[in-house]
Nanobody, 129 residues
Framework: VQVEESGGGSVQAGGSLTLSCRIS????????????VAWFRKAPGLERKDAEG??????????MFGDFVEGRFAISRDIAKGMVELQMDGLKPEDSSVYYC?????????????????WGQGTQVTVSS
């Protein structure tokens, strides 16, 4: 299974960005509906286990967000395309970080980054004041 993020960049505070995560290489008979997909963020140098959970869409389609999101972000998926999107509105300078997409079969939490099997390389989000 391969995970690839795109869509990071630089915006002013209050602006919006959409991060995309493409997941491919599913085992035979499986698709995105078998996988929980989460967005985490962490600063360079931190361990993966210390990544902060941003949003997750579980295999059953339920969603969960980190407390700091406060209704500003939305997560969605397109099973046919193997894509998960994170729409981020009302961005704040403290949202600046490297954002990672992670996937694992049947998983759906945000407090357990170490449990996710497949990770992308990360995409930088910078929010200026």
């Amino acid at each position: 299974v391969q995970v690839e993020e795109s869509g990071g960049g630089s915006v002013q505070a209050g602006g919006s960005l959409t991060l995309s995560c493409r997941i491919s290489g599913f085992p035979s008979g499986r698709d995105l509906s078998w996988y929980g997909v989460a967005w985490f963020r962490k600063a360079p140098g931190l361990e993966r286990k210390d990544a902060e959970g941003v949003a997750v869409i579980a295999s059953d389609g339920s969603t969960m967000f980190g407390d700091f999101v406060e209704g500003r972000f939305a997560i969605s998926r397109d099973i046919a395309k193997g894509m998960v999107e994170l729409q981020m509105d009302g961005l704040k300078p403290e949202d600046s970080s490297v954002y990672y997409c992670a996937a694992s079969p049947f998983l759906g939490g945000l407090g357990n980054p170490w449990a996710y099997e497949y990770w992308g390389q990360g995409t930088q989000v910078t929010v200026s004041s």
